[in-house]
């Protein structure tokens, strides 16, 4: 048996590999298979990070684990689906039992966390690089979409936004804070929680949804494009978490909040009738903003001031040679 | 707009991404949407290339697009399955404009040649690396598995074998030939036809089956294996191509017929009273050899005298640096 089937091998013994609900066939034979409920349908998306370019080449094989999955995770909460499965095709330039058992100990525990079943993938050799594809379910008709927002709707986000940005030079190494700012900015960068339990409560509520990966003012543009409107974010409204400052102070933080990437929290625009039944629900989320006719995305100071900034989407950090 | 981004949007004007039968949301929000009839089963299936490994660097895009989703669509075939769609994982040393609308092209005709719609994916740069997962439907309790065959069945494939093993001196340009041979053994290499018509026709027909990746003999060795039996194959049954003859010459054609890899063809086991039944719909097969109790896979000359050589799994080729 070669290192790589043993690798295959290895991944189909983790727990989250034993199947689960919706996965009839799982790792092992030509193709998995999963069952989707009458009146349901498959949500799918894939997500690749490659080393260097999604995160650095030297970093904690259990963290880059729990991260891979999460990542790809988080397009699924933002469908409004239930979790089912996922594929992982993992390419590695050597086989080091070490690194592989931190992997796979970070992927099940970010399995588990999610109700992921591994269902499938491919293992090769190459440079380092990591392909999930996610699998859920979600009754036909209530999966939220980017279009869909009406004028008059609530734009809202389900928490605080900019951490993950704002840990960036910590991840790098560029700079250090003292544990109790660094720890839960670094916990969000590496363990991101994909906000099921919000997107399945925001099915029939929300007119429009996605998570966050390329700032807030980016992805709000997506919403507003795919809706035909425009959005309006009150810079006072927007969640900032205490770590991320006090680790870079009020003016920086507001700046990684509007335009940092990767923080995987969604953003959804709902109805002002609907507010009430969504607060009922007990899932945190914060009202932001709103839509109005229409096209764009512009950023409010308290005193309803105009103060948008030139807009530009997330770039990934891009390990100079 | 990112130039990856451009990308994305090239990809997404294509015409195998304008969706088709049971996609109900194809590209462009966080996750695509599949429709599964009651009474079916999703089919996943996830296959990386990585470039120097399963490919030569220098090769016409063109011809890696459609290889490239044929290998992987192979695997919905080998379950019996009915092709739906597939989300492609492309990664990118540098965006080169010739490049993709060449890629982009192949993958396209290999798309619409198997009815697979393109329903989503992502784009980043990186070393060349291809990750395809496809998607297909299967009625519950008709997928074709590895486990199955039982004693008395008959051993079949379904087409000439070894083909792109002896394409592999000419693909790497170590060896040349006249067109009349060349063309055939590299048409099977870089344009393999995905069996659908053979896999849904063996539905509540086959006991069991895959596709030929790693070889004839490992393969049968898969289903000896999860079947918990024996295989064993009648050289004189195993069908060669006059090309791979003619290039290769007898001996070594049968070697590359029962030990090279990436044929694409199906294996499968059939019980004698479905012969009939299975030579009436049309699909060409060859009876091969037979299941019977025990272990293994053995290999028989005409006069019944076992000549199993020591298997072996196909190795990926890997250009030396």
Redesign the interface.
């Known amino acids: 048996m070669?290192e790589f089937e043993l690798i295959r091998h290895y991944f189909a013994a983790a727990p989250c590999a034993q199947g689960g609900e919706g996965v009839?066939?799982g790792i092992?034979?030509?193709?998995?298979?999963?069952?989707?409920p009458?009146g349901e349908?498959?949500?799918?998306?894939?997500?690749?990070?490659?080393?260097?370019?999604?995160f650095p080449h030297v970093c904690d094989p259990l963290l880059l684990g729990q991260r891979s999955l999460a990542v790809a995770a988080s397009?699924?909460a933002?469908?409004g689906?239930t979790p089912i499965g996922f594929?992982?095709?993992l390419?590695l330039p050597e086989v080091s039992a070490a690194w592989l058992q931190a992997y796979a100990e970070g992927l099940d525990r970010m399995a588990r966390h999610c109700g992921l079943s591994l269902?499938?993938?491919?293992t090769?050799?190459?440079?380092l690089?990591i392909?999930m594809?996610v699998?859920?379910r979600?009754p036909?008709g209530q999966?939220l979409?980017?279009a869909g927002a009406r004028a008059g709707d609530l734009l809202c986000v389900g928490g605080a936004l900019g951490n993950a940005a704002g840990a960036l030079p910590l991840v790098l190494g560029e700079r250090q804070a003292e544990a109790g700012l660094s720890a839960p900015l670094l916990a969000h960068y590496w363990s991101p929680s994909p906000q099921f339990a919000l997107g399945q409560a925001l099915r029939g509520k929300a007119t429009a949804?996605?998570?966050i990966s390329d700032g807030l003012l980016a992805d709000c543009g997506h919403i507003a494009k795919?809706s035909g409107l425009a959005l309006e974010v009150n810079l006072a409204e927007v969640p900032v978490s205490p770590a991320l400052e006090g680790f870079l102070g009020v003016e920086a933080a507001r700046h990684a909040a509007l335009t940092g990437g990767d923080d995987y929290v969604l953003a959804f625009t709902l109805p002002p009738a609907q507010l009430s039944s969504l607060r009922a629900s007990g899932v945190p989320f914060h009202v932001i903003g709103r839509a109005l006719d229409g096209e764009g995305v512009s950023l409010r100071d308290p005193q309803g001031q105009d103060i948008t900034p030139q807009q530009r989407?997330y770039?990934h950090f891009?390990e100079t040679p």
Chains 1, 2 share one sequence.
């Open positions: 070669g009839a066939l092992g034979d030509d193709c998995a298979l999963l069952d989707v009458a349908r498959l949500a799918v998306s894939t997500d690749t990070l490659v080393a260097g370019v999604h397009d699924l933002a469908m689906a594929t992982l095709a390419t269902i499938g993938g491919d090769t050799r190459g440079p690089s392909t594809t699998f859920g979600v036909a999966a979409l980017r949804a996605l998570d795919a989407g770039q891009r």
